[in-house]
């Protein structure tokens, strides 16, 4: 399966798992729920899944990899207690809380979270002293005396043996307690994902020419999806700094050295593309001679153009529409304070309301029960609430002077929303024109399309322009073309 599909399963099973019947009695009893195993080569994504599903549902998440626990650890230490069994006292060991059951208990009280996961990564890594102690765990949900919480759910991760010296294959006994998902590279899937995580652009362009390079094992070099993400990542934040990325960190992500030579051409490529390419003039309408050049040119720099402009308009895209949400939320944070108090203790009311929110991201924050993307909007708004108060220090009228700054926040996001109308008109003119070859048109639309907040925005906004994109190719061949694009063929061959 892909990694979408695991999604998917491992989300039903979390909820099948922790819901309960009109008894209070779980629907799953605790010992058919059995731990789900997700297998995969390495950088496929298995852990990111596990922690999409707990923040999707709400739920606590605790992970531990267990290469790093032995018996004891994992287990528990033994101790000598004094016990008294037929009138006589004797001396009896019993073991402390096992280190992963304790784990659970910590989150629950420090975040609140009566349900959740349990990850143990790696675990087909475990010493042979552990492995009895974890069919326990695995069949039973507890180590000797202790118990899994109700409402706690248990997922497993680990490599094959060919990628890991460490792992073993399991045996029955082992695999007929569990749920076994093989999860396999799955580009596709993987572009979805990349859509909303707004990876490079030319990372994304260079995997639509050489899908094969996806992924890659060619005896100790491998190529993961975790190494283009992480490439991403870096290349990102190189551009924001100022600085450019190089062949040298191209191999140092890229293990495979056929994989990296040929990135560096593209991203060359593309970086020439991008120098004579003014962003500023197609979304002002007025770059009437490129739209002819890109019309000529060959499909890799027109490629490169596609990507770099669904790029840029899914960030602008994203870019407006966090004003918005943060003026929607401003304003239900204005509406909580003045139910709160009136004028004299509005100021008060609100650092207090502010101070309750930011102690909710901290702890959000110390049981990874957030991601960055998450924690940066919330920072956002908590600086906007911030400004907010502020202004309200010397006002006559605190309550007219908070909501003054409501009505603020969503006339700057309505205007900026107005604004990128325009600009996205002219950019979809531009595509129009300038994407003469069906495949090029139908990655540019389909880079839009994946992006949810993108293509809501489009519909919303430009459904006249979308559709005359949508539709300036004849169906059957617009179909077959979407087709194969959506399936990473090697486009190369088809112009």
């Known amino acids: 399966m892909n990694i979408q599909q695991a999604i998917d399963q491992l989300e039903t099973a979390v909820r099948c798992y922790t819901a309960l019947d009109e008894m209070g009695m779980p629907l799953v009893p605790p010992e058919a729920q059995r731990p789900l195993f997700l297998i995969g080569p390495p950088g496929v994504g298995k852990t990111d899944v596990v922690a999409q599903v707990a923040r999707r549902l709400g739920v ?8 790093h626990h032995t018996r004891q650890s994992a287990l528990g230490l033994p101790q000598i207690r004094t016990r008294r069994f037929g009138g006589e006292e004797r001396a009896v060991t019993e073991y402390t809380m096992s280190e992963l059951l304790a784990g659970v208990y910590r989150h629950m009280e420090a975040s609140g979270c009566r349900r959740g996961v349990l990850f143990l990564d790696e ?4 010493s042979e002293t552990l492995t009895p102690a974890m069919l326990e765990l ?16 248990i997922v497993c991760a680990g490599n094959p043996e060919k990628y890991n010296r460490a792992a073993r294959a399991f045996d029955p006994v082992t695999l007929d307690r569990l749920r076994v998902l093989e999860i396999e590279p799955d580009l596709s899937a993987w572009q979805e994902y990349a859509a909303q995580r707004q990876v490079h652009p030319s990372v994304r362009g260079y995997l639509r020419l050489k899908p094969e390079d996806f992924f890659r094992a060619e005896g100790e070099r491998i190529v993961t999806a975790r ?17 450019a990325a190089d062949a040298l960190l191209f191999g140092q992500y890229l293990q495979c050295g056929e994989v990296a030579e040929r990135f560096v051409l593209y991203h060359a490529l593309c970086r020439g593309v991008a120098a004579g390419f003014s962003l500023d003039a197609v979304l002002e309408g007025r ?34 529409e966090e004003p918005r949400e943060r003026a929607q939320r401003l304003r239900h944070f204005a509406d909580g304070v003045l139910r709160e108090q009136e004028n004299g203790a509005l100021t008060d009311a609100a650092r207090d309301h502010l101070e309750r929110m930011e102690k909710a991201l901290a702890v959000r924050r110390s049981v990874n029960a957030i991601s960055s993307d998450e924690e940066a909007r919330e920072r956002a708004l908590h600086s906007e609430i911030r400004a907010c108060i502020a202004a309200l220090y010397g006002a006559e009228h605190a309550r007219s002077a908070l909501m003054e700054q409501v009505r603020l926040a969503e006339e700057a996001a309505m205007q900026r929303r107005g604004a990128l109308v ?11 024109r300038a994407f003469a070859d069906v495949h090029v048109r139908v990655i540019f639309l389909s880079e839009l399309e994946r992006n949810q907040t993108t293509l809501r925005f489009l519909k919303a906004n430009l459904p006249e322009p979308l559709e005359a994109l949508r539709s300036g190719a004849d169906p059957d061949r617009r179909a077959k073309a979407l087709r194969q694009a959506l399936a990473g063929e090697n486009l190369t061959k088809l112009t």
Request: net charge negative; aromatic share 8%.
């Open 123 to 126: 675990i087909n890594c475990v």
């Open 60 to 67: 606590g998440l605790v992970s531990y990899t267990m290469t």
């Open 422 to 432: 325009r600009e996205l008109s002219h950019a979809l003119d531009f595509a129009q």
């Open 227 to 243: 190494s283009w993400m992480n490439l991403s990542d870096m290349m990102l934040a190189l551009e924001r700094s100022g600085g």
């Open 287 to 320: 770059d009437e001679a490129a739209e002819a050049r890109f019309a000529q040119a060959g499909f890799d720099e027109a490629l490169c153009v596609a990507m770099l402009l669904s790029d840029a308009l899914n960030a602008r895209i994203r870019a407006a």
């Open 138 to 153: 695995l069949q039973h949900k507890r180590f000797g005396e202790y118990a899994l919480p109700e409402g706690w759910v």
